[in-house]
């Protein structure tokens, strides 16, 4: 069955890049029919869905986040990452990781990774 | 962007009881709309899809119903182990957007 495995740094310092990386395991990233996510949710509050990528490389984000973010995939690895630049405090926040099942016109956040908290702090 | 509206936002009812769980969009979304079950400290869990279809694996009694602008999520039996906030989702438009959740306590 496929899992998804968040990884990267837990604290990043204010003005700097956040990066993250999920690794897929289990299945291809490259399937047909599937996108890539990533989702962030503050400590308390709700999910705010940050960008989604296709295995061709093809992307869509969140205009509230488009600015500073950048998702890319790497097939060979099969991984999927997310930079998010010049953070603040507001940023700080558990960071998911999730396969988008694509039926069409069906989307669905189908499996997720465990989550990543990452702090932004000097 | 389309906003997702929950109510409420909390609710505590016995084990046994009927709870139901609304969902407002702030324009048509037919019926594209997800369910998800958060449980703390867990990442969410896809339970319903296109408003009313269930999720392989998930539990019977969870099921929801609406097309448009209003929703509902219900579950027949509550459960301890359904313990848990629940988010609706849109995928009408991007960017995908979420409610902001209903806390579901035991009383």
Known sequence: ??????????????????????????????????????????????????????????????????SRVTISVDTSKNQFSLKLSSVTAADTAVYYCARVRVGYPTITFDIWGQGTMVTVSS | DI?????????????????????????????????????????????????????????SRFSGSGSGTDFTFTISSLQPEDIATYYCQQYDNLPLTFGGGTKVEIK
């Open chain 2, 3 to 59: 906003q997702m509206t929950q109510s409420p936002s909390s609710l505590s009812a016995s084990v046994g009881d009927r709870v139901t769980i609304t969902c407002q969009a702030s324009q048509d979304i037919s019926n594209y709309l997800n369910w998800y079950q958060q449980k703390p400290g867990k990442a969410p869990k896809l339970l319903i899809y296109d408003a009313s279809n269930s999720e392989t694996g998930a539990p």
């Open chain 1, 1 to 66: 069955q496929v899992q998804l495995q968040e990884s990267g740094p837990g604290l990043v310092k204010p003005s700097q890049t956040l990066s993250l990386t999920c690794t897929v395991s289990g299945g291809s990233i490259s399937r047909v029919s599937y996108y890539w996510s990533w989702i962030r949710q503050p400590a308390g509050k709700g999910l705010e869905w940050i960008g989604r990528i296709y295995s061709s490389g093809s992307t869509n984000y969140n205009p509230s986040l488009k």
